[in-house]
């Protein structure tokens, strides 16, 4: 047997409705469990196992979703915004309405941003302690110089008393270069590129831990994760 749930948290859960409006549909024998229909919200069910239905339509049930978004300039890594089109508008066959981004990227940063319901998950990557590698791919206005792969490694203390821990940058060309950081600060790399007399004029994130971007995802296009996927993410 699946695990045990209130039916009116199964519903909550999978974006049926609020918990409140779902009580009340529940009461007016609207919802149905292996055929019988159930008034009482307390009801447990099994997920997997029971067959819930709604107006008889049925509602499966997933415990964790995990999502692989290229997000595109112009979305912000939130789950709700009065003004703009958040990072989880993009995600329209997403089943459950707990899910959040793993982190935040910039309005007009692009690239990799894990979204899931999974908090343990989320925390083992964002925890400083963890020293997750995140890989960026950075172009800038004007040539980067000589030693910002030297001054990158050995830490960057901006003006304002921020300290950056080491990172280690690969040149492209003049203008464009991969830097990976541990760290997750505000603007981290923007700053650092500051630091060095650059602006970034675009900014990717290719990878967070072994998670790699996939590069036959559309700027703007998701998918699952793959149970390899996740299974690599919590092993490393
Ligand atoms: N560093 C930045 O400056 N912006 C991002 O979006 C991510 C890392």
């Not at 939130?78 to 993009?90: M, S």
């Not at 003049?174 to 590129?193: C, N, P, W």
């Not at 602006?199 to 998918?223: E, F, H, N, W």
Request: contains cysteine; hydrophobic residues 35%; aromatic residues 8%.
């Amino acid at each position: 047997m699946g695990k045990l749930l209130r039916l009116d948290k199964y519903l909550a859960d999978m974006g049926v409705g609020t918990r409140s409006q779902l009580k009340e549909w529940i009461r007016k024998g609207r919802v149905a469990v292996n055929g019988e229909t159930v008034r009482s919200p307390e009801q447990k069910v099994a997920f997997g196992t029971d067959r819930v239905e709604v107006d008889g339509v049925l509602v499966g049930y997933v415990e964790k979703e995990y999502y692989m978004l290229n997000k595109p300039a112009g979305v912000v890594s939130a789950t709700e915004d009065a003004r703009h089109k958040t990072v989880l508008d993009l995600i329209s066959s997403r089943q459950r309405k707990d899910l959040f981004p793993v982190g935040r990227l910039d309005m007009d940063t692009e690239g990799l941003l894990l979204i899931t319901n999974d908090g343990e998950l989320a925390h083992r990557l964002l925890s400083p302690k963890k020293h997750v590698d995140k890989v960026y791919y950075v172009k800038t206005d004007r040539p980067i110089p000589e030693d910002t792969k030297k001054r990158f490694s050995q830490g960057i203390q901006m003006e304002d008393g921020t300290v950056f821990q080491p990172a280690s940058m690969e040149r492209e060309t003049d203008t464009s270069a991969y830097l990976t950081i541990q760290e997750g600060k505000f603007h981290q790399v923007k700053r650092m590129f500051l630091a060095v007399g650059c602006q970034v004029i675009y900014l990717k994130r290719i990878s967070m831990g072994p998670l790699r971007l996939d590069d036959t995802l559309a700027c703007g296009a998701y998918r699952k994760l793959t149970e390899e996927e996740i299974r690599n993410l919590y092993e490393r």
